[in-house]
């Protein structure tokens, strides 16, 4: 009876050893996700072993672990040892580095030797980051059963840490992108371009030739009796002609233009608002979302020079009205407004405002 036990073990032994090793000698195991940030952002944050524990899951998991660097702080060469009542010893060395693209790292687990491989690839959302963990069970019939359960022993951990690898990038990529939009909006033209026009409010209506003048332009609509309603559609259009300037190397120079197309009884104002130009581009750019490059009007109008509130703009017209009427001047269809200085910087009383109307021949 105990002969055919021990002949029962014996054969239970050898066939477990046996099925051993017809399992994969190369454990493999890998997580994978998507990251709102670029290949870039996400990389040199992997590469770089002084912020391995902004992300990776063990040092939360001990925080009394021990942790010495040696050689450079990140990419190839960096290494990260620790000591760990909990974890165990081991170190981690990075031995290939391709930029923005692959990082390998060495792993040595007291002595058992394994590879993790981080690829980055740009994707839909941003970027693919894949954690791969590769080792040798050699012909070790322990370290081959192991292996089975590496994806349960591990996985989780990867998980983990490539969620918190996904947040610590969109964070950086966020404050990237506001920085960078900051500086862009520091290096940007002014709302209001430094040369003011020449402006007059002691001066009456003035009859003058003008000349057309290169601008940047944009037809937009506001309630020409609701204050906030005209700031709000003047705001809109300028930034958006501020933003097609700077990505086409225009060089602005003059006081916002505000050109009347078109204005009804109800109070609907139509209106291109521009921005002049310090010339004509030699090749003018292409229009983009309702921006374009166009030119004033050439040709006798009357000018007159309003000082104060926007919203008392119809007192001026009046007065031109009624000097063209006095002087039997015919008046055109086309009128525009020239605001000389900034109202973000300018008492309201002080406000002044170039009005043109154009007279028919």
């Known amino acids: 009876m105990i002969r055919n036990?021990?002949?029962g073990l014996v054969v239970l032994v050898a066939a477990a050893v046996g099925i051993a090793f017809v399992l994969p000698q190369h454990p493999h195991m890998q997580r994978e996700t998507i990251v709102a940030a670029s290949p870039e952002q996400v990389f040199?944050?992997?590469?770089d072993m002084s912020r391995w524990n902004d992300w990776a899951?063990?040092?939360k998991m001990d925080p009394d672990i021990k942790q010495t660097f040696e050689g450079?702080?990140?990419?190839?060469?960096a290494k990260m040892s620790w000591t760990s009542e909990k974890l165990g010893n081991g170190s981690m060395t990075i031995v290939e580095s391709t930029p923005f693209k692959e990082i390998k790292e060495d792993l040595d687990f007291a002595g058992n030797k394994?590879?993790?491989?981080?690829t980055f690839a740009p994707a839909d959302g941003g970027t693919k980051v894949v954690w791969s963990f590769d080792s040798d069970a050699g012909m070790n019939p322990i370290s081959r059963y192991f292996g089975l359960l590496l994806d349960s022993m591990v996985g989780k951990d990867y998980e983990t840490g490539l969620a918190s690898l996904k947040a610590l990038a969109e964070s950086d990529a966020k404050a990237a992108a506001e920085l960078e939009q900051q500086q862009a909006a520091a290096a940007a033209p002014p709302d209001v371009p430094p040369l003011p026009a020449a402006a007059d409010p002691n001066a009456g209506p003035e009859v003058m030739t003008v000349e057309a003048h290169p601008i940047v332009m944009m037809r937009a609509t506001a309630n020409a009796d609701d204050a906030k309603s005209v700031s709000d559609a003047l705001g809109t259009a300028n930034q958006k002609i501020l933003d097609y300037a700077m990505k086409n190397n225009l060089n602005l120079g003059g006081a916002p233009l505000a050109i009347t197309v078109s204005h009804d009884a109800a109070g609907k104002w139509v209106f291109d608002a521009a921005l002049p130009l310090d010339e004509t581009p030699a090749s003018p750019p292409a229009p983009e979302d309702g921006v374009k490059v166009g030119k004033t009007y050439a040709g006798k109008v009357v000018k007159l020079t309003h000082k104060g509130s926007y919203a008392s703009l119809n007192?001026?017209?009046a007065?031109?009205?009624?000097?063209?009427k006095e002087n039997k001047l015919k008046e055109?269809?086309?009128?525009?407004?020239e605001y000389v200085n900034d109202p973000a910087e300018t008492a309201e009383e002080d406000l002044l405002t170039n009005v043109y109307v154009v007279l028919k021949e």
């Open 114 to 118: 394994a590879t993790a491989t981080f």
């Open 5 to 7: 036990i021990i002949i």
């Open 332 to 337: 055109g269809a086309v009128s525009w407004e």
């Open 319 to 324: 007065r031109i009205h009624a000097y063209t």
């Open 315 to 317: 007192d001026t017209y």
């Open 57 to 59: 899951p063990w040092a």
């Open 44 to 47: 040199v944050i992997v590469e």
């Open 72 to 77: 450079p702080g990140k990419g190839l060469g």
